[in-house]
């Protein structure tokens, strides 16, 4: 069974610095993706950042510069290094893995942290 646990949250002021991290277990097929998203109150989830296995990293516009995604060694675990935190980045934070199964991806998320940037 995919479990994916993700650790890092928290309340910051703005500015700050937070890094979030996602360890994936029980996967035995290949990783296709690995990101972040994010949904505030009364908001569509949104995506964060994204890295596939060849390590191509996406961006949203409005982190980019700001947020850096990895995943060290090409290993089941990602992070997101969020720097210069806005109040517009409280959100919760959600990993997703896709998991390359035959010929679909199948996403996986994990459960939510809330991050919260004080103004």
């Known amino acids: 069974q995919v479990q994916l646990v993700e650790s890092g949250g928290g309340l910051v002021q703005a500015g700050g610095s937070l890094r979030l991290s996602c360890a994936a277990s029980?996967?035995?097929?290949?990783?296709?993706?690995m990101g972040w998203y994010r949904q505030a109150p009364g908001k569509q989830r949104e995506l964060v950042a994204s890295?596939?296995?060849?390590?191509?990293?996406n961006y949203a516009d409005s982190v980019k510069g700001r947020f850096t995604i990895s995943r060290p060694n090409a290993k089941n675990t990602v992070y997101l290094q969020m720097n210069s935190l806005k109040s517009e980045d409280t959100a919760v934070y959600y990993c997703?893995?896709?998991?390359?199964?035959?010929?679909?991806?199948?996403?996986?998320w994990g459960q939510g942290t809330q991050v919260t940037v004080s103004s």
């Open positions: 997703n893995v896709g998991v390359l199964i035959i010929a679909t991806i199948q996403n996986y």
């Open positions: 029980g996967i035995i097929f290949s990783i296709a993706n």
């Open positions: 890295i596939t296995s060849s390590g191509r990293t």
